[in-house]
C-alpha cells in the first residue's frame, strides 16, 4: 500500500460541497489520486487557529491558548512560566493541525473529567515523547487514563507514564478517548465532537481532516454544519434541510446545536 495520503473516494453527490478527493486523467479516461498532503499525513496539515480550536471544542480560549503557547502568571508576587502541553504542528504561524484538536481533546478530558493535573499531564508527555518515541502522545490511539495518571498501552501492557514507566492495571475510562478514529498507522482521522451534555455516545457531527477541508460536517451527508446554519438563517426550514439532504431532522437539529455552541 502507498504511503502518501491521497483523497478518499467522492463523496455523496448531495453534499454539492468540496471533498478531497481523485483527479480524472483526461487523457487517459481513468481516475488518478493527486497527492494533495505533499507526502504528509492529512491530520499534521495546520488548517486551525487556536481560536477555532476553542470554539469546536468549546472550550475557553484563555485555556487552550495556554496550553498551545504556554502561559506566565503573577503569584505571590513572583512571575511564574507555564510551558506549553501541545506542540502546534505549525509553531511559526500558531497554527494547529487536527491532530493538535485531537491532542487537545484528550488534555480536555484528563482535565475535566479525571482531574490530572497540569504539571503531571505534561510530565507524562515528556516521558512518553522521550522514551516511547511518540511524538503526539495526546494523539496516539493507544493512550490510556485511569484518572489519575496518563497511560499507555505498549507490547500488551499498560505503562504508567507518569511514574516512570512502571507497569500497573489500571481501570480504563474510555468515554473521551472513544470519539476519536485511528487509521491502521494509529494516526487520528475523525473525532466526534461533544454537542449537548451527552459525552458518552458519538452524534451526528464529525470533524474528518480529509473531507471539507477539516470543518465540522454531518457524518451521513459530508454537509458543513456551517453550511446547514447559514441556509436556516435564510429562512429554510429544518425539515426542507433534512429532505435535500436525505437526512434526519433530528441530525439537522444537533448540527445547529453544534452551531450555536460555536457561536457562544
Not at 478530558?109 to 516521558?127: D, G, M, Q
Amino acid at each position: 500500500m502507498n504511503d502518501r495520503y491521497p483523497s478518499p473516494a467522492a463523496p455523496n453527490a448531495r453534499s454539492r460541497l468540496a471533498v478531497h478527493g481523485p483527479e480524472m486523467d483526461s487523457n487517459m479516461g481513468s481516475s488518478r489520486v493527486k497527492d494533495i498532503y505533499g507526502g504528509r499525513h492529512p491530520s499534521t496539515i495546520p488548517t486551525y487557529t487556536i481560536a477555532d480550536a476553542a470554539r469546536m471544542l468549546s472550550l475557553p480560549l484563555a485555556t487552550v491558548r495556554a496550553w498551545v503557547r504556554g502561559q506566565t502568571v503573577l503569584s505571590k508576587g513572583r512571575h511564574r512560566t507555564f510551558q506549553r502541553v501541545i506542540d502546534a504542528d505549525d509553531r511559526s504561524r500558531r497554527l494547529l493541525s487536527f491532530r493538535n484538536l485531537v491532542e487537545i481533546h484528550v488534555l480536555s478530558a484528563i482535565r475535566r473529567a479525571h482531574h490530572v493535573s497540569l504539571p503531571k499531564v505534561r510530565a507524562a508527555v515528556r516521558y512518553l515523547a522521550d522514551r516511547m518515541k511518540l511524538e503526539h502522545p495526546l494523539a496516539s490511539r493507544r493512550l490510556l487514563t485511569d484518572g489519575r495518571n496518563l497511560l499507555i498501552e505498549s507490547f500488551g501492557k499498560i505503562v504508567n507514564a507518569s511514574e516512570s514507566g512502571q507497569l500497573e492495571i489500571p481501570e480504563v475510562v474510555a468515554r473521551f478517548l472513544a470519539r476519536i478514529d485511528h487509521d491502521a498507522r494509529g494516526e487520528p482521522i475523525r473525532l466526534f465532537p461533544i454537542v449537548g451534555d451527552d459525552t458518552a455516545s458519538r452524534g451526528a457531527v464529525v470533524i474528518d481532516p480529509r473531507v471539507n477541508f477539516g470543518q465540522p460536517q454531518l457524518r451521513s451527508a459530508s454537509i458543513s454544519t456551517r453550511a446547514l446554519a447559514d441556509r436556516l438563517c435564510a429562512d429554510e426550514s429544518i425539515r426542507d434541510l433534512a429532505k435535500d439532504f436525505g437526512v434526519s431532522e433530528a441530525e439537522i437539529e444537533e448540527a445547529l446545536r453544534f452551531e450555536l455552541k460555536r457561536a457562544a
